[in-house]
């Protein structure tokens, strides 16, 4: 069984540069995350979907990331006019709602930085 | 809020000494769900242990951590540590509501460090 992949896996920015990041997750898993992991630190939850609905996007800094899921399969993390602050890995993670095991399978990450 | 905390950012041990790591949170969650997840170096983070069984040992890759409601706390230990569990560990938690286990919240994380 494939996990989950992302792409591209690093990406170099100047302040002010877009950049999307792209998640294909477990096939069948309906629930989709994408988390912010700076370096150092845990990841923290951006936004996530169940199917193609977006469920929480309350941390999703909503001025300049956005995040699609449109057929609720594959699902695109976006910035516009990036930030040095924004430079950290970026983890999109599945898992299956009714599967009662709480369990996250986390890609292996997009690492931005920000120059 | 809900929060979980790792008090240990550096945990520095010699192979073969036993290993405990400290995990405390807070939840307006009836049901809380916690986690410890692995990351080794490069690699994203794996599940290592779960539980929401108050006071039920549970194990994993001779790892262990009991769940204690009683104090908010989800310690993650091992009798004797090995080279290979250097990693960063974290401690994680969710509501076990189906609909909402996915949403973990993490701790800062402890790197483990273990020399010969």
């Known amino acids: 069984e494939a996990g989950v992949t992302q792409s591209p896996r690093y990406a170099v920015l100047q302040e002010g540069q877009a950049v999307s990041f792209w998640c294909d997750p477990i096939s069948g898993h309906d629930t989709l995350y994408w988390y912010q992991q700076p370096r150092d630190q845990g990841p923290q939850l951006l936004v996530y979907?169940?199917?193609?609905?977006?469920?929480?996007n309350s941390q999703l800094p909503s001025d300049r990331f956005s995040a699609v899921r449109p057929k609720g399969t594959n699902s695109t993390l976006k910035i516009q006019s990036a930030k040095q602050g924004d430079t950290a890995t970026y983890l999109c993670?599945?898992?299956?709602?009714?599967?009662?095991?709480?369990?996250?399978?986390f890609g292996e990450g997009s690492k931005l930085t920000v120059l | 809020g809900d929060s979980v905390t790792q008090t240990e950012g550096l945990v520095t041990l010699t192979e073969g000494l036993p290993v405990m790591l400290n995990c405390t949170y807070q939840t307006i969650y009836s049901n809380p769900f916690l986690f410890w997840y692995v990351q080794h170096l490069n690699e994203s983070p794996r599940l290592l242990l779960k539980?929401?069984?108050?006071?039920k040992r549970t194990e994993h890759q001779g790892f262990h951590a009991t769940l204690h409601k009683s104090s908010s706390s989800f310690h993650l230990q091992k009798s004797s540590a090995q080279l290979s569990d250097s990693a960063l560990y974290y401690c994680?938690?969710?509501?076990?509501?189906?609909?909402?286990?996915?949403?973990?919240?993490f701790g800062q994380g402890t790197k483990l460090s273990i020399k010969p």
């Open positions: 994680a938690l969710s509501d076990r509501m189906n609909y909402n286990q996915g949403k973990l919240i």
């Open positions: 993670a599945s898992s299956l709602e009714g599967s009662y095991t709480g369990q996250l399978y």
């Open positions: 979907f169940r199917d193609e609905a977006v469920i929480d």
């Open positions: 539980s929401f069984t108050d006071n």
